[in-house]
C-alpha cells in the first residue's frame, strides 16, 4: 500500500495506474485517493473531480486523460475547482487520437481545442509520463504554492547547466539578496560567484553544504542542492546532512556509482532526488513564481 499523501491520481488507464502506484511504492510517494474511470460508462471525470474538490484530504489533482464524452460538464466541474489540477493528455496527434479511440472509445478530439480549455480553467498541463510520476512527488513534498528556486552546487558546470535548464523552462531564478550574499561571504571562499545558482567551489565539505543550505533556507523556498562527486565532497555524509532540511530540499546528485547509495538513502526517505539538472529544472517549473 502506498504511504498517506495530498494528492488524488485520476486515470482512464487502469495499466498506466497500476504503473504510477508500483512507481510510487518504489519512491515513497504518498496519494489520498485513486481512481480509474476507465471507459466512463457511469461515472466520468467531471463526477470525480466534483467529489475530490470536496474532499478534505485532497489539496492536488494529477489525471491522465485520453479524452471527455461530455466536455460542457467537465469545464463546469473545474470552473468551480478549488485545487490544483494537473492533466496528462494522451491522443494530441492523430495516431494517438486514433490509439485512444481503439483503447477506452474515448473521443480523444482536435488537441488544441484541449489545450485552449486547458489554459482557460488554470489546468497545468503536463508534458509527459514522467512529469506525472515526478509532479506528484513534487507536491507532496512543497505543496502547490509558488516558490522561489534557489541552486547550490561544488560544480561551477552545474550551476551553468541549471540556469541554461530554468530559462529553458521558464523557471524564475531570482538574485540572491545582499543580506544573503553577505552571510555567505563568512561562510565560503572569496572566489564563489555570489549568484544563484550559487557555486560553493568544488571543494565544498558536507560541513560547508549544510551551513549554506541553513543559511539560504526559508519559507516558501526550494533549496535545489546540486551534487558531483569531487574529492572532498563524500556524497553519503551531503545525503545524510541534506535530510536535516528534507522539507526545503530537493536534490541533483550527478554521477554513477559514487552517487548510487546516497541517492538511493534520500529517496527512502522521501526527497525529491533527480539524477540530471535538466530533469529537475522541468519538474520545477509546475512550483516556480
Given at each position: 500500500m502506498c504511504s498517506k499523501g495530498k494528492i488524488a491520481i485520476v486515470s482512464q488507464s487502469g495499466a498506466l495506474g497500476a504503473a504510477f502506484i508500483d512507481f510510487a511504492l518504489s519512491q515513497n510517494i504518498g496519494?489520498?485517493?485513486?481512481?480509474?474511470?476507465?471507459?466512463?460508462?457511469?461515472?466520468?471525470?467531471?463526477?470525480?473531480?466534483?467529489?475530490?474538490?470536496?474532499?478534505?484530504?485532497?489539496?492536488?489533482?494529477?489525471?491522465?486523460l485520453e479524452g471527455l464524452k461530455d466536455g460542457r460538464k467537465f469545464f463546469r466541474a473545474v470552473r468551480k475547482l478549488k485545487k490544483k489540477l494537473f492533466i496528462l493528455k494522451a491522443g494530441k496527434s492523430r495516431k494517438g487520437a486514433e490509439t485512444a479511440k481503439t483503447h477506452t472509445g474515448a473521443l480523444a478530439g482536435e488537441y488544441l481545442v484541449y489545450q485552449g480549455i486547458f489554459r482557460q480553467l488554470g489546468v497545468k498541463e503536463l508534458s509527459c509520463i514522467e512529469d506525472f510520476f515526478w509532479v506528484a512527488k513534487l507536491l507532496n513534498n512543497f505543496g502547490n504554492g509558488k516558490r522561489e528556486i534557489i541552486g547550490i552546487t561544488n560544480a561551477g558546470g552545474c550551476a551553468t547547466l541549471f540556469a541554461d535548464a530554468c530559462e529553458r523552462y521558464g523557471v524564475r531564478l531570482k538574485d540572491l539578496g545582499k543580506k544573503e550574499i553577505e552571510r555567505l561571504n563568512k561562510i565560503l571562499p572569496k572566489m564563489w560567484n555570489k549568484r544563484n545558482?550559487?557555486?560553493?567551489?568544488?571543494?565544498?565539505?558536507?560541513?560547508?553544504?549544510?551551513?549554506?543550505?541553513?543559511?539560504?533556507?526559508?519559507?516558501?523556498?526550494?533549496?535545489?542542492?546540486?551534487?558531483?562527486?569531487?574529492?572532498?565532497?563524500?556524497?553519503?555524509?551531503?545525503?545524510?546532512?541534506?535530510?536535516?532540511?528534507?522539507?526545503?530540499?530537493?536534490?541533483?546528485?550527478?554521477?554513477?556509482?559514487?552517487?548510487?547509495?546516497?541517492?538511493?538513502?534520500?529517496?527512502?526517505?522521501?526527497?525529491?532526488?533527480?539524477?540530471?539538472?535538466?530533469?529537475?529544472?522541468?519538474?520545477?517549473r509546475y512550483v516556480s513564481k
Open positions: 496519494i489520498s485517493k485513486f481512481v480509474s474511470v476507465g471507459n466512463m460508462v457511469d461515472v466520468d471525470f467531471a463526477d470525480i473531480i466534483e467529489y475530490l474538490n470536496k474532499d478534505k484530504e485532497t489539496e492536488g489533482i494529477l489525471a491522465y545558482p550559487a557555486d560553493i567551489v568544488g571543494d565544498a565539505t558536507p560541513e560547508r553544504f549544510e551551513k549554506v543550505i541553513e543559511s539560504l533556507r526559508r519559507k516558501n523556498r526550494i533549496l535545489v542542492v546540486m551534487v558531483t562527486p569531487q574529492q572532498m565532497t563524500n556524497p553519503k555524509e551531503v545525503a545524510r546532512r541534506i535530510l536535516k532540511y528534507k522539507k526545503d530540499c530537493c536534490c541533483v546528485f550527478v554521477g554513477g556509482k559514487e552517487m548510487e547509495e546516497a541517492k538511493e538513502r534520500l529517496r527512502k526517505e522521501g526527497v525529491l532526488c533527480f539524477d540530471w539538472v535538466d530533469e529537475c529544472a522541468r519538474i520545477l
